[in-house]
């Protein structure tokens, strides 16, 4: 059983046209919730992490917020170059030195 | 990049033969890990580092050894290569205490025929 769930597995935006990204995540004791934005051909590049529930991070057309249960990465009026596959990681209490258990990503597209 | 650089970044290699993958960091992090990421399997851990000469198994570690004789530098090595570890290989960083994001390479893209 998957502790990180991403979906949609695939988003095709227009430019401009808002949307959101959902994480959701069974892990005990949670650490860290991180966001990473790849590019192909590329390692992860990191955007946020959040803490604690209620948490909310932006940066530029992205802002990420945190439950208990799930993350949402929230995307404000994309732009082309938005493109790229965003995945949720989890870091438990504990375990495997501050290690990532990563979900198999949402794939966005943003078309002019 | 953080300061963070695999070698090689592409391999050819043939089935039964070693290969080593080189991370190597000028951030000083105590963690290193190395990942696997794979069509429909996402990111996954295979070893990780704790310090110099402390690693322990992530994941999906059979098949794989890793060692760690200086801070700096993360060894991946499979010891004798099959074709089901094709794969895209990425080096992490992290260290700090109160944030401990993870840094990523390039990654190294290696084929086992």
């Known amino acids: 059983e998957d502790q990180v769930t991403q979906s949609p597995e695939a988003l095709r935006l227009q430019e401009g046209e808002s949307s959101s990204l959902n994480c959701s995540y069974t892990?005990?004791?949670?650490?860290?919730l991180f966001w990473y934005r790849q590019d192909p051909g590329k390692g992860p590049e990191f955007l946020f992490t959040?803490?604690?529930a209620g948490e909310e991070k932006e940066k530029e057309r992205l802002k990420a917020t945190l439950t208990k249960k799930e993350s949402f990465l929230h995307i404000t009026a994309p732009k082309p170059e938005d493109s790229a596959t965003y995945l949720c990681?989890?870091?438990?209490?504990?375990?495997?030195?501050?290690?990532?258990?990563f979900g198999k990503g949402t794939s966005l597209l943003v078309t002019p | 990049d953080a300061g963070i650089t695999q070698s090689p970044r592409h391999k050819v290699t043939e089935t039964g033969t070693p290969v080593t993958l080189r991370c190597h960091q000028t951030?000083?992090?105590?963690?290193m890990y190395w990942y696997r990421q794979d069509p429909g399997h996402g990111l996954r851990l295979i070893h990780y580092?704790?310090?110099?000469?402390?690693?322990d198994k992530g994941e999906v570690s059979d098949g794989y050894s890793v060692s760690r004789s200086k801070t700096e530098d993360f060894l991946l090595t499979l010891e004798s290569a099959t074709s089901s570890q094709t794969s895209v290989y990425f080096c992490?960083?992290?260290?700090?205490?109160?944030?401990?994001?993870?840094?990523f390479g390039q990654g190294t893209r290696l084929t086992v025929v």
């Open positions: 990681a989890v870091q438990e209490n504990s375990n495997s030195g501050y290690a990532l258990n």
């Open positions: 959040l803490y604690s």
């Open positions: 892990v005990s004791g949670l650490r860290g």
């Open positions: 992490a960083i992290s260290g700090r205490v109160m944030n401990t994001e993870a840094f």
């Open positions: 951030e000083n992090h105590r963690y």
């Open positions: 580092s704790y310090g110099v000469k402390d690693t």
